[in-house]
């Protein structure tokens, strides 16, 4: 089990032969979900969203938020199509959108509703003690030079 989802988020989402054929390991066919392999796209798609998101929200969360979820069944339908060579082109696009996601959650621009992060619009003198960001320099008019 990951961080952010389990195997029954992916097995409530997709059907039964879906994942069969796309993890099964030994290449015999049979209808039998290999749950090493879905752990392991898993854990690939929860790593690559940590990534984006660990320098904004504290991990791990105390309630992870949907879209996270959403983001880690899509990212790990990615990896479990992409290690049996059948990536689609819409497997492919969703792919770049989840990365889009994932960048505006990193930048800001996308809110994890009710989770302890930074928030965008805090000055960098609130950032962890860090006294930056403040406006009380001296300047010196520079006009006529």
Known sequence: MGDFIGLANITG???????SRLSNADGSGALVNDDIVLNICINKAEALIKSYIQSRYELPF????????NLA????MYFLQDRKNGLTAG?????DNDIKTLTNIQKGIVVLDSVPGVNA???AETIDGIVSGTNDRDFIDLEGF
């Open 91 to 95: 497997r492919q696009q969703l792919y």
């Open 73 to 76: 069944v899509s990212l790990t």
């Open 121 to 123: 619009f805090q000055t």
């Open 62 to 69: 105390t309630t992870i938020p949907e879209v996270i979820k």
């Open 13 to 19: 989402y997709y059907q039964a032969k879906d994942l």
